[in-house]
């Protein structure tokens, strides 16, 4: 998990899976996974909505990567 996130830091390669329930993020967030993409062009960015998702025990899990809450 380190060595992923050193990777991802420093934007060589990788997959990062953003959980989003917080749906008034997407004015700040998409400009900022824009400015991402454009400065990583080899990490995967991959966004879901986690409307009926319950994002704690995946976030714990590993299947997602960072949630995004208003909880």
């Known amino acids: 998990l380190d060595e ?4 991802l830091r420093r934007g060589t390669d990788g ?3 953003l959980l989003l329930e ?3 993020c997407f004015d700040w ?3 900022v996974m824009d400015r991402y993409r454009a400065a ?3 990490v995967e960015l991959d966004l879901r ?3 009926s998702f319950d994002p704690l025990p995946a ?9 995004i809450t208003s909880e």
């Open 22 to 24: 917080c749906h008034s």
């Open 49 to 51: 909505l986690g409307a």
């Open 29 to 31: 967030l998409v400009p």
């Open 40 to 42: 990583h062009p080899a």
């Open 15 to 17: 997959r990062l899976l």
């Open 59 to 67: 976030l714990a899990d590993g299947v997602v990567d960072l949630v």
């Open 4 to 7: 992923d996130l050193a990777r």
